[in-house]
């Protein structure tokens, strides 16, 4: 079991900057790649950022590419999202979320389906 903590979340005029954080414990941090999704209300659970083992490789979706990066330290255990140039179509839940590998070249994940734990989310509401 790896148990999944965010924090960071909070209100943010437009163009301004957060930075989400998530926190894992419970096992081998270094064993899984992490992802960061969102959820707006009212829309589906949506991929916003995936990085592996090592934080070699990253993805990003496109409507955050270029705003948003993620990375991670592997000595404390905590996933990041740095989110700058804030955009009220940001709003929402942001989760992180860990996949157990089986080998550290697989492809990252970009599904929500292919995760295997969760955090409860912390809220992003940018306003206008």
């Known amino acids: 079991q790896v148990q999944l903590v965010e924090s960071g979340g909070g209100l943010v005029q437009a163009g301004g900057s957060l930075r989400l954080s998530c926190a894992a414990s419970?096992?081998?941090?270094?064993?899984?790649?992490m992802g960061w999704f969102r959820q707006a209300s009212g829309k589906e659970r949506e991929f916003v950022a995936a990085?592996?083992?090592?934080?070699?490789?990253?993805n990003y979706a496109d409507s955050v590419k270029g705003r948003f990066t993620i990375s991670r330290d592997n000595a404390k255990n905590t996933v990041y999202l740095q989110m700058n140039s804030l955009k009220p179509e940001d709003t929402a839940v942001y989760y992180c979320?860990?996949?157990?590998?089986?080998?550290?070249?697989?492809?990252?994940?970009?599904?929500?389906?292919?995760?295997?734990?969760w955090g409860q989310g912390t809220q992003v509401t940018v306003s206008s």
């Open positions: 990085i592996n083992y090592n934080g070699g490789n990253t």
């Open positions: 419970g096992r081998t941090f270094r064993n899984y790649a």
């Open positions: 979320a860990a996949e157990a590998l089986i080998t550290i070249w697989q492809p990252l994940a970009l599904t929500a389906a292919k995760y295997d734990y």
